[in-house]
């Protein structure tokens, strides 16, 4: 069945393709831990060392796990993704009992979202010690080999996602259940999934952060050119427009949001690849900033709509 045939917006919208209300996380999500609290792993894995022809390196990743993964050894379960941004690291989203592991834990106790297995990797080497916005740029540019043949073999062969097998033709065959999101570079990085591991991921959150396939801040400085190389994967791929969602949101305060916001109205022209209120939607949250607290929010808005059944 085609993506988007399966999705069913549950989100204000008062123009096709539009979210004109960013829904809010209800404080108390933060005051306690929820009753059933899900659980964080570290992953550890082996890349090869960026720009350094022939080594490896050892990095890690955050598994979060939903409090029902251990009492429901039969079930597999959807996946996502989530990048951080610059200078950040996997413990942006998943330290243990984080605000955005509790609004997690609270939004699938409440069932608001469907339990799902949520990973944090990071596109940094280790102990690199360059977080610059060049260094970054180059890191996200790279990072989808390091996704496809390291992080998703060894993380889907460990958990019960719904991959048949932990290598390519699995990842294929369980696409609509593996998405794809992050912040600010994350952002950068989930529109470079797009582009190049469509056979990979199904769903796309990209969170106040703009396409750099064509240069830095492309989505302002390259819009349309942008938007053309994004509808052009899509068939270069081998998908139609049935295969894929993307959720985008920014703030209007957000310094991405001219980048954004540029790259998404270029992309309502390409209407071969992108149709608006049908596999692409826009948010804009009135004052939002670009900050990881706004972030949980998107998200919180946008997760109880991936992986319709």
Not at 47 to 69: D, F, M, Q
Not at 189 to 212: I, R
């Amino acid at each position: 069945m085609a993506i988007y045939d399966a999705f069913h917006l549950s989100a204000t919208e008062t123009r096709p393709g539009y979210i004109d209300q960013i829904r809010q996380i209800p404080q108390e999500y933060f005051a306690a831990p929820a009753a059933k609290a899900g659980r964080v792993e570290r992953v550890e894995y082996t890349a090869p060392r960026l720009g350094r022809p022939g080594e490896t390196c050892r990095k890690y990743c955050l598994v979060y796990l939903p409090w029902e993964y251990d009492r429901n050894p039969d079930k597999r379960y959807n996946i996502l993704y989530m990048i951080h941004g610059g200078g950040g690291s996997p413990e942006e989203y998943l330290p243990q009992d984080g605000p955005f592991v509790r609004m997690l834990d609270h939004s699938i106790q409440n069932g608001e979202i469907a339990p799902m297995i949520v990973v944090a990797p990071t596109y940094y080497p280790p102990d690199s010690g360059d977080i610059s916005v060049d260094f970054s740029g180059v890191c996200t540019a790279a990072f989808m080999g390091e996704m496809k043949g390291c992080i998703l073999p060894e993380v889907e062969g460990r958990y019960r996602t719904y991959a048949p097998s932990a290598d390519m033709d699995g990842f294929a065959a369980s696409r609509a259940h593996r998405g794809i999101g992050g912040f600010s570079m994350g952002s950068v990085t989930t529109w470079y999934a797009f582009q190049q591991a469509l056979s990979c991921f199904g769903w796309f959150l990209p969170l106040s952060g703009d396409s750099w396939i064509e240069g830095r801040r492309g989505g302002v400085y390259y819009p349309m050119t942008t938007a053309r190389k994004l509808a052009r994967a899509v068939q270069q791929q081998g998908f139609t427009p049935e295969d894929y969602l993307i959720y985008c949101i920014t703030g209007s305060n957000d310094i991405a949001w001219d980048a954004v916001d540029a790259q998404i109205h270029a992309m309502q022209k390409q209407q071969d690849a992108f149709r608006f209120g049908t596999n692409i939607f826009y948010g804009l949250k009135d004052g939002g900033w670009h900050s990881v607290e706004e972030v949980r929010h998107y998200a919180y808005h946008a997760l109880p709509d991936f992986f319709a059944e």
